[in-house]
């Protein structure tokens, strides 16, 4: 079992739905990150946050929106995204934005 | 230049064999180096992790840092079809107030019986 758990695992919404991705992690970490993969691409870093505070924002379209209520939660919001958009979301953790991260389990979005 | 440059494969080898999976790059300042495998459909497992140049072995895994040439590397023995996995590599620098992690695009491997 992961410490870094994502819900939910697969997620179908059409271009007008909004919906939130959910990720909790139980190591104790404060920072957490939320990655996207897509096919044969190399995992795009989307945000960070730090104890909280969003350290890093890596020009990601606003269609995409955080919230890190704690340092054990962080949150996805999507809002009109586009077919391009489908891809896995990942989240991770690490212990103050060191090198080592763990991620969860990935959620699998398809957007039609 | 892309900062990782992986391989993506796919590469195919029978049970038992010895596997090399490299990861080359181009910024001198990564001093953290890490190995992820990703089965399919899940998250990405940290496998390895080793700091600055050298060997460190886990069990079948050895992972092997060159910052000379800027070439990283592991090898699976005795390799497994449970083996067979993306396995991504990524390395980091500390810039500013925290580290950024970069990833390979990922080596696709498939062990077969």
């Known amino acids: 079992e992961t410490g870094v758990t994502q819900t939910p695992r697969h997620l179908v919404m059409g271009m007008t739905n909004k919906k939130s991705l959910k990720c909790e992690q139980h190591l104790g970490h404060n920072a957490m990150y939320w990655y996207k993969q897509s096919a044969k691409k190399p995992l795009e870093l989307m945000f960070v946050?730090?104890?909280?505070?969003?350290?890093e924002n890596n020009s990601v379209p606003s269609r995409f929106s955080p919230e890190c209520p704690n340092s054990s939660h962080l949150f996805l919001h999507l809002h009109t995204l586009q077919p391009e958009d489908s891809a896995l979301y990942l989240c991770?953790?690490?212990?103050?934005?060191?090198?080592?991260?763990?991620f969860g389990e990935g959620s699998w979005l398809t957007v039609v | 230049q892309k900062e990782v440059e992986q391989d993506p494969g796919p590469l195919s080898v029978p049970e038992g064999a010895i596997v090399s999976l490299n990861c080359t790059y181009s910024?001198?300042?990564?001093?953290?180096f890490m190995w992820y495998r990703q089965y399919s459909r899940k998250g990405p497992e940290l496998l390895m992790y080793t700091y600055s140049s050298g060997n460190k072995e886990d069990g079948r895994f050895t992972a092997q840092v060159d910052k000379s040439s800027k070439y990283i590397s592991l090898f699976i023995r005795d390799s497994q079809p449970s083996d067979s996995a993306t396995y991504l590599c990524a390395m980091s620098a500390f810039i500013n107030s925290g580290y950024a992690l970069n990833f390979g695009k990922g080596t696709s491997l498939l062990v077969t019986p």
């Open positions: 910024n001198s300042a990564f001093q953290y």
């Open positions: 991770a953790s690490s212990q103050d934005k060191e090198s080592t991260i763990y």
């Open positions: 946050y730090n104890f909280k505070e969003q350290t």
